[in-house]
């Protein structure tokens, strides 16, 4: 689902990476996202946010789709993982390998997503994909709106070692 060309040759393109700079790469590869408005909020090496409004993303009973939030938490973790990539310079690609959703309460207004990356993981991920040519990590990911947890997510991404 997620794969265009995220290659190496991105890396030179894009030398330090900053919000927009990832909001445009992501639209790059991933281009429906552009009607979906995601904007990312905060972006560190350890944590993302992205912010979506909620006009662009309901569906008739006036709260977030399903899917736009479901999308939301798929991109916040492939984000993350494909900054650090960037900026690591790491010859690999990502991908979405697994998703799972719990929805807890309806959202009404705009909503963010939230994803925090530890370090050890992600160190353990990146010698794994490097050493085998493929790895898998795990991501929690929470959706929020007015304060409230209103979904919580787990997506399981792959790194696949770029030849």
């Given at each position: 689902m997620f794969v265009r060309n995220?290659?190496?040759?991105?890396?030179?393109e894009y030398d330090k990476i900053e919000e927009q700079k990832l909001e445009q790469l992501l639209i790059k590869n991933v281009p429906i996202l552009r009607y979906h408005q995601f904007k990312i909020s905060k972006l560190t090496n350890e944590k993302?946010?992205?912010?979506a409004p909620i006009i662009e993303n309901q569906n008739h009973?006036?709260?977030?789709?399903?899917g736009s939030i479901s999308t939301l938490g798929i991109v916040t973790g492939w984000a993350i993982l494909?900054?650090?990539?960037?900026e690591?310079?790491?010859p690999l690609k990502l991908v979405i390998q697994k998703n799972s959703i719990h929805y807890k309460l309806p959202i009404k207004s705009n909503f963010t997503s939230k994803v925090e990356i530890n370090n050890e993981n992600w160190?353990?991920?990146?010698?794994?994909?490097?050493?085998?040519g493929k790895a898998k990590l795990s991501l929690n990911i929470k959706i929020f709106c007015d304060g409230l947890i209103c979904a919580e997510?787990?997506?399981r991404y792959?790194?696949?070692k770029i030849d």
């Open positions: 995220e290659n190496i040759e991105l890396s030179k993302i946010e992205i912010t009973y006036l709260t977030a789709f399903g494909l900054y650090k990539v960037q690591a310079k790491l160190m353990e991920f990146v010698e794994t994909a490097l050493k085998q997510q787990e997506c792959a790194a696949l």
